[in-house]
């Protein structure tokens, strides 16, 4: 229980009203930077560190935290609201959050977000009061083949996403491996679809590849079919959950966390790959699966909470560890070092106060976002309202400000309208978006996590199933591809036992 | 050609009917295009796998050729499948939105001038400035989707770009470029 | 109506040219120390080692008075090369400065970039750190003369892991370790890794058999003793570690990352004394000093002519390394 006094110790620190102001202001700006396109939580983040340069280190770490949760929540709104994901980890929640806000249940989908968010948090934290050590071990004993097993799960699990026509969602799958193919190769240095240009040799970034996608393509889509007749606007509807509603998410509140959290712990874990998962087993387990793709509560709910509960994993890694497994944590790590605080194995003892500190306002940071949030949902979603060419020009407006801000390069823009004129194309001829941006997510990790294990195995093929992790996932691989197989036998079976006794 | 001066005029009537039909089967699969561009990229692809200089230092049978021969592999196999597809009948269906009326055709002035504008502003932001090209790509954008307010629009405009490139440059540090007058004024 | 839309039209005019030169504070006197205007130029991404340095010189400077309104921004790509290339572009930019080190010298080789850093002005070497040779605490290898030989009988079997990509130091070190042990580079099975999180826990979790990385970055495990040092790849040893140098271990291998700081080409005399008398100030200040104990960087300061000539033979350092692995 050593741990539980720390924490109140904490929470006696976060709970300073100076603290308190600082995790609100962290949650406030991070929101608000969360929600330009292209720009994430890493991003925010590093952009908002300057601010944070005048105070105490831990005033400075609980506005981190809260500018952490706020560009993560923000990221999710504008995916939502408008089909343009802030960050690659809101793209999922666009899948089912904007055909929601499009039928006019906005302001439910924020909702449904905000609390998946808060489960996700709060969840994510206790795990990390109650596990750090234990999982910080664990994540040091995941290596390669075990990445890989995952990453062959996620390609399993992308083909209930490709759509009504396979053909088409595997042509836009390939379509994102190739753009995950630009760059050099991490292992050898060998420039790889570059044409020379040393401006792809880092590949084209995903936020880039979704923003142009989604925000770009869906605003040239628009622009070719806008409804001249202006019909009416968007009811934005009730702010509130209904029963029926709650009904449908409280699982999957609980669900997400459990797959986000530790995706966010492992060394090359990170947001998006959980909150995919998450959403495909929302859609296995719904039982309303025919309404995926139109507006399931659901598939916003699950993956929301993943991706919350992944931040909270990410801090585990680098507070116990040291060890940044997300980009987000790299920055913070680079923050702790600007005030001369190595975090790793020793951080706990030496800087008690400021780490439960920390954690406090974790818990502090996701009350705020949620308080802040909820009453804001319909306010957010009345962001419909605005007249059609103001909002298309200004997505298209902060999509620009958001690539170029990057890297302060104009080629940036024009790769984002390529990308976009591929959007659009992909609109007209009913490819699905999302296997594209899956694609450009896992071909790079796959890859690179197939050759590091053949390069630690030394060439060995074994070297991809040495380890009991991996075996497991592939086993489980298996059973899911053998599944339309053996339905019919064990419900036999099943049947069967239950005649018998009677 | 020949043939069908000599020929009757029955066959230049075929000929007349022949014409919008085939342009029809065009229209009707278009599709056919996205196959080719798939086609097009395998290609692509490969022929980059092929002509990579194979480092020495690889171990095992995956080296930084392997994933794109696959990729660019399954390109060429997709195109294949997706032209059968097409040609047998089968149908992308055109994404439906709130904002999108799929019963008028695309309009293309609109998203040519859209695309435009978006590529005028990241040719001016380095000569013009960000608050210059963000202004105008906004209003252009405004004005392709049809808006007409000129006495409105360029305001708007104006007062977000300069709004963005304040918050950016001012207060989170990124710079941007701020345009010709710079360091003159 | 047609007068109120030429009126929005000049009102807007006005507000996008002249908004950003007057939102912009004035630019002060250039007196002293003081170059207004200052940009700082990370080649890699935030929360690496080239944007530390970066960001803490420029904030060392700021607070010791030296200057203000240093703005530190990222351009990252191609391990340096992309930053390199803007450097150099830059021409007679005396506003401008870019943050780099050993790791950018082999990059710029490595992807064969079409601008070199003896295109660039040198301005100073600030700091410099050893890489150390670290296993995990229940790692077979107990010495560095175990580790080697066991290395020698099959070096494919040892996969070693490093932080940077082919042509980094992290790469570079360990080649020269074999080299120094009579092991062909090529033989050698280096594993590259994103930056020191993944490095470190596949360190830890013995994926790989030994890690190679710089001091700073693992200072912590090695303190608590999750990581066993074995060697230190520098002439010297590192105060308060106990790890021998691998020279003194019977390997020739000198080895030294280092950082510092080059402008643009074509900069008058002035311009450029400017921008070395900054950091010669921010050398002597208390909080440069303070800043570099923290982060365990020694001090290697050098300036101008010297740090050119040093810039040189670092290149041609690392042209012959890659050479030997035909990269």
Not at chain 3, 91 to 103: D, P, Q, R, V, Y
């Amino acid at each position: 229980m050593d741990a539980l006094n720390s924490l109140l110790d904490g929470f006696g620190t976060a709970l300073t009203p100076v603290n308190l102001l600082w995790a609100a202001l962290g949650v406030l700006l991070g929101t608000a930077i969360g929600v330009l396109p292209g720009i994430g939580p890493a991003m925010a983040v590093a952009l908002l560190l300057p601010v944070t340069y005048g105070l105490q280190p831990t005033g400075a770490f609980i506005m981190f935290a809260g500018i952490y949760y706020g560009a993560m929540f923000g990221g999710s709104t504008t995916s939502i609201l408008l089909n343009t994901p802030g960050e690659s980890a809101a793209v999922v929640a666009a899948m089912e959050g904007n055909p929601m806000a499009k039928a006019g249940r906005g302001a439910q989908a924020l909702a449904a977000a905000a609390i998946g968010h808060f489960a996700g948090g709060m969840i994510g934290t206790t795990l990390l009061v109650a596990l750090a050590p234990t999982v910080a071990d664990l994540a040091v004993d995941i290596g390669a083949p075990d990445y890989f097993a995952i990453m062959v799960l996620a390609f399993i699990a992308v083909t209930s996403v490709l759509g009504s026509s396979r053909i088409r969602g595997l042509a836009s799958l390939l379509i994102g491996l190739t753009l995950g193919l630009v760059g050099l190769d991490q292992m050898t240095g060998q420039q790889r679809l570059t044409f020379g240009s040393l401006h792809l040799a880092d590949g084209i970034d995903v936020v880039i590849v979704a923003v142009g996608l989604f925000a770009i393509g869906e605003a040239l889509w628009v622009a070719a079919h806008l409804r001249r007749t202006s019909g009416e606007a968007i009811p934005v509807g009730r702010p509130w959950l209904d029963g029926g509603d709650v009904k449908r998410t409280w699982k999957p509140w609980l669900r997400g966390p459990f797959i986000g959290f530790p995706f966010g712990a492992i060394p090359a874990g990170g947001a998006e790959i959980p909150t995919f998962l998450s959403y495909v087993t929302e859609k296995r387990l719904s039982k309303h699966r025919d309404e995926f793709g139109k507006g399931a509560i659901e598939g916003v709910a699950g993956p929301e909470a993943a991706a919350s509960a992944s931040a909270a994993g990410t801090l585990v890694s680098m507070l116990t560890l040291g060890l940044p497994t997300t980009a987000v944590a790299a920055v913070m790590l680079a923050a702790f070092q600007q005030y001369g605080i190595q975090p790793g194995p020793l951080l706990f003892e030496r800087e008690p106060e400021l780490v439960w500190g920390l954690i406090a306002s974790l818990f502090v940071g996701m009350v705020l976002l949620l308080a802040l949030n909820l009453p804001l949902a319909p306010l957010w979603a009345k962001l419909l309202r605005i007249p059609r060419p103001y909002l298309y020009a200004g997505i298209l407006f902060f999509a620009a400000v958001g690539a170029y801000a990057v890297g302060g390069e104009a080629i940036d823009l024009v790769i984002l309208l390529i990308i976009g004129l591929i959007g659009f194309g992909m609109r007209r001829y009913g490819l699905p978006v999302l296997p594209a941006v899956i694609g450009v997510i896992l071909g790079p990790n796959a890859e690179q996590q197939l050759r590091r294990a053949l390069q630690i195995s030394d060439g060995s093929v074994t070297g991809l199933v040495n380890t009991p992790f991996s075996v497991t996932v592939y086993v489980i691989v298996a059973l899911l591809l053998a599944w339309p197989l053996l339905r019919k036998p064990v419900a036999a079976a099943v049947r069967k036992r239950g005649q018998t006794p009677s | 050609m020949t043939k069908r001066t000599e020929s009757t005029d029955v066959v230049a009537d075929a000929a007349d009917t022949e014409r919008p039909s085939r342009r029809r089967w065009l229209r009707e699969h278009s599709e056919l295009g996205v196959s080719a561009l798939l086609l097009v990229l395998g290609v692509l692809v490969l022929t980059d796998a092929i002509t990579m200089d194979v480092d020495l230092t690889q171990r095992g049978p995956v080296g930084p050729r392997t994933v794109p021969i696959v990729v660019g592999a399954g390109l060429l196999v997709i195109a294949a499948l997706l032209a059968v597809d097409v040609l047998r009948g089968g149908r992308g269906e055109a994404e439906a939105g709130e904002d999108v009326d799929l019963s008028e055709p695309a309009d293309w002035r609109t998203v040519l001038l859209l695309a435009g504008v978006f590529l005028g502003a990241a040719v001016l932001i380095e000569p013009l400035g960000f608050p210059v090209a963000g202004a105008l790509l906004f209003w252009g954008a405004a004005f392709a989707l049809g808006s007409r307010r000129f006495d409105r629009d360029p305001l708007i405009a104006a007062v977000l770009s300069v709004v963005a490139y304040a918050v950016f440059n001012n207060l989170l540090g990124v710079p941007l470029p701020g345009g010709p007058l710079m360091g003159v004024l | 109506m047609r007068l109120r839309a030429l009126l929005a039209l000049l009102g807007a005019a006005l507000l996008v040219l002249v908004g950003p030169p007057l939102l912009t504070p004035g630019s002060g006197p250039e007196t002293g120390t003081q170059i207004p205007g200052l940009r700082f130029m990370v080649p890699n991404t935030p929360g690496g080692g080239y944007d530390i340095t970066a960001r803490t010189a420029a904030k060392n400077a700021e607070d010791a008075g030296l200057t203000h309104g240093i703005e530190v921004f990222n351009l990252p790509g191609a391990g340096g090369t992309v930053g390199l290339t803007r450097l150099v572009s830059e021409h007679g930019n005396g506003k401008l400065a870019m943050s780099m080190g050993l790791g950018v010298v082999g990059a710029a080789r490595s992807n064969d970039a079409p601008t070199t850093l003896a295109e660039t002005t040198p301005i100073a070497r600030l700091t410099e750190e050893q890489d150390v040779v670290v296993v995990a605490k229940d790692s077979p290898y107990e010495t560095i003369g175990q580790l080697v030989d066991a290395w020698k009988k099959s070096p494919g079997k040892l996969p070693v892991g490093g932080g940077s990509s082919p042509g980094g130091p992290d790469h570079l070190a360990p080649m020269l370790m074999a080299e120094a042990a009579g092991i062909a580079p090529r033989q050698v099975n280096y594993v590259p890794f994103d930056g020191g999180g993944e490095l470190l826990a596949s360190i830890l979790g013995n994926k790989v058999a030994f890690g190679v990385s710089g001091v700073g970055e693992y200072l912590d495990q090695i303190k608590s003793g999750e990581l066993r040092l074995l060697a230190v790849t520098g002439p010297e040893r590192v105060a308060g570690l106990d790890a021998p140098t691998l020279k003194e271990s019977g390997y020739d291998v000198n080895f030294t990352n280092w950082r510092g700081v080059v402008a643009p080409p074509g900069l008058s005399d002035a311009e450029r004394d400017k921008l070395v008398r900054l950091f010669e100030e921010l050398h002597a200040s208390d909080e440069w000093r303070q800043s570099m104990e923290r982060n365990g960087w020694d001090d290697a300061f050098l300036t101008g002519e010297e740090f050119g000539d040093f810039l040189d033979a670092q290149d041609k350092r690392v042209v012959s390394v890659l050479k030997e692995l035909g990269l």
